[in-house]
Structure formats: structure tokens, C-alpha cells
């Protein structure tokens, strides 16, 4: 169904495919293997953000960094394969496995999810500010991102604040959006530790610095020689676009936005298509390659990782909260 939709908006809005197949057969290889180096690079570091989180909000013994670079890759593979946010809870039932006798875990762990997701606002904010003061793009956009700066700075206030009233609630008897909340306030423990919060912040500029990289790299491999702030555009349209993925990587979709915006720098827009798959192959074959390599060490599949318990079944009894993998694949079956 998703790649019927995807057809019809590249019909609809899209090039010939012969100007697409051209800009694919002058690629430049080498570019390519540049991009996907900063691309694993950006998921280190940005594994290692979610690792302090995990450290600030969770007592000794904490998971080891490898172990949450698993899980982290684990969850990315799921975000690129299946349809919804599935990987983010995917990499929290890979920890919680290795954390038997831990209770409460899941519960935190979603919540360090939580906190990993908001110490993404720096970045964000410092990347549409860099694209408002250098990028190409019309005023009423630049309008737009000027309030999501205010938002942006709105929410991480919100949720520094949130963090320093620490206590603990019991989840039992709250509904979904209220547990999901105190969940997220016992993961933004590490606000609370000023050289905790820095050391995540800074983990996530890396991360994103190593992606706008990786973006121009693969600018190159496509012989678009649009300048960096080209670039961030991209990427900032590239997760706008996937923030709600109605089908996996919203295919198509993201291309059609990336060739409209580089249209504005001269860019063909059949060579912009081509640079959306590109680059969207390049992103998906870090996420999935690493993803696949963890997930058959952590003993999972695919059908496994789409009956995943959901966020508002943490704090339940510890006979289903650690559910053994016998019953993790006894569900799967039944769900195919």
C-alpha cells in the first residue's frame, strides 16, 4: 500500500525517470562511502548521549555503552522498517531484557527515551537558526521557523523545570498520557547533574553536526554543489517530513521535499529526486545494516519487534514486564 502511494506522488509531482536513472549513473562512489561513515558516526554519538541519560536517571549497576549502542541500533532499524515510532520502544525491551530483576526499569528506561528526544532541541534549534540566517528560503518560512524556535526553547524550559521537581509517582491507576508523562520526568533525571545534561547536549551536536556532514557529502556523490546551508535545509525538512511517518521512511514524500527545496539552488528536479533516494539509502543502510546485525544477536526478528509491549504497559506485574523470549515469539506467530 505504501509504495502504491509512493508511485502516485512521484507521478503526480515527478520527473522523468529517465533523468532520475542518469543522475544515479554519474554517482560518485567514494562520496557515498564518505556519507555513510559520518552517518554511523552521528548513531555512536548519539547512542552515547542516550547512555548518559541512562546513567543520571537509573541507580548502579548501569548497562554498559555497547550494550546501549545494541539497543539503540535495534530501535533504528525498527523506526526504518515498520510503519509508527516502533524502534523507540523496540531499543527500551532490548535493555530491559539484559536488566532482569530490575523493576521499574521499562518504566525509566521509556522516560530516558523521553529525555534523549528533548536534549534533540538544542540541535534542532541551533540548525534552523543556522538555516534562518544563511539559507535560501522564503520569508513566511523563516516566519515559521522563528516560532519554532519559541516553541523549542518553550519545551526544553518546560521539561528543565519538570526535572528539577523530582519525586516519584506511582503509575499504577494512571491513564496513558499521565503515566507517559511521569515516565518522561523520571528519565529527564539527568538535568539535574549540570555536567550530565552538557555531556548529553554536547553527544547530540555531534550527532547532528556528523548528519548535516553526511547530508553535503552525499551532495557530492550526486555532483550538487549547493553550499552547506543547502544542506541543513535538507535535513530539516528531511525529519519535518518523517516526524509522523504514515508508511516506512515516508518514500517519496521525502523526495519530493528535498527536490522542491534544492529547485531554489539551481537543482534539477530530477537530480533532486535522485539525491532524495540517495541520500535516503544512505541513512536507511546504516540504520538497518547495523540494526539487522544487533537484532540477530539479540536474538529478535522482525514479527518480534511488532508485538513490543507499548509505554502503557510499564510498571505492570514482573511476570509480564520481563516477558521471557519464549512469549515474545509464541506472540509473534500469532500476529503474522
Not at 515498520?82 to 530483576?101: C, N, S
Not at 491507576?173 to 518522561?184: D, E, S, T
Not at 551536536?205 to 553550499?227: E, K, N
Not at 525538512?237 to 515516508?250: A, E, H, Q, R, S
Request: aromatic share 10%.
Amino acid at each position: 500500500m505504501f509504495i502504491a502511494a509512493a508511485g502516485a506522488l512521484l507521478w503526480w509531482r515527478g520527473p522523468t525517470f529517465r533523468g532520475i536513472g542518469d543522475a544515479f549513473g554519474a554517482v560518485k562512489w567514494q562520496w557515498v562511502v564518505v556519507a555513510i561513515a559520518l552517518n554511523l558516526l552521528s548513531v555512536i554519538v548519539r547512542a552515547l548521549a542516550w547512555t548518559t541519560v541512562i546513567h543520571q536517571a537509573m541507580p548502579p549497576p548501569h548497562p554498559r555503552a555497547p550494550l546501549v549502542f545494541s539497543a539503540f541500533s535495534v530501535g533504528l532499524f525498527a523506526n526504518a522498517v515498520l510503519p509508527g515510532r516502533v524502534g523507540e520502544l523496540a531499543r527500551v525491551a532490548v535493555l530491559t531484557r539484559k536488566l532482569p530483576g530490575r523493576k521499574g526499569a521499562w518504566a525509566t528506561l521509556v522516560g530516558t527515551v523521553f529525555a534523549h528526544r528533548v536534549f534533540d532541541i538544542v540541535p534542532v534549534l541551533l540548525l534552523v537558526l543556522y538555516v534562518i540566517v544563511t539559507a535560501n528560503i522564503p520569508t513566511s518560512a523563516r516566519a515559521s521557523l522563528l516560532a519554532v524556535i519559541a516553541a523549542g526553547i518553550a519545551l526544553f524550559a518546560f521539561a528543565f523545570v519538570s526535572a528539577r521537581r523530582h519525586h516519584r509517582i506511582a503509575l499504577d491507576g494512571l491513564g496513558p498520557v499521565r503515566r507517559l508523562l511521569a515516565m518522561g520526568r523520571a528519565g529527564l533525571g539527568v538535568m539535574r547533574s549540570p555536567v550530565g545534561a552538557a555531556t548529553a547536549i554536547f553527544f547530540q551536536i555531534c550527532g547532528w553536526l556528523c548528519q548535516i556532514l553526511a547530508v553535503y557529502t552525499a551532495m557530492r556523490a550526486f555532483h550538487i554543489h549547493s553550499p552547506l546551508p543547502a544542506a541543513g535545509v535538507v535535513l530539516l525538512l528531511m525529519n519535518v517530513v518523517t516526524i509522523f511517518p504514515f508508511w516506512p521512511g515516508n518514500v517519496g514524500l521525502v523526495q519530493v521535499a528535498i527536490a522542491s527545496a534544492l529547485v531554489g539552488y539551481g537543482v534539477t528536479y530530477a537530480r533532486g529526486v535522485a539525491y532524495g533516494f540517495g541520500l535516503q539509502a544512505i541513512e536507511a543502510s546504516v540504520g538497518i545494516g547495523v540494526g539487522v546485525l544487533f537484532l540477530a544477536r539479540e536474538g529478535l526478528s522482525v514479527a518480534m519487534l511488532r508485538v513490543m509491549p507499548s509505554a502503557a504497559q510499564a510498571e505492570i506485574p514482573e511476570a509480564e514486564e520481563e516477558e521471557s523470549e519464549g512469549a515474545l515469539a509464541e506472540r509473534a506467530r500469532v500476529s503474522q
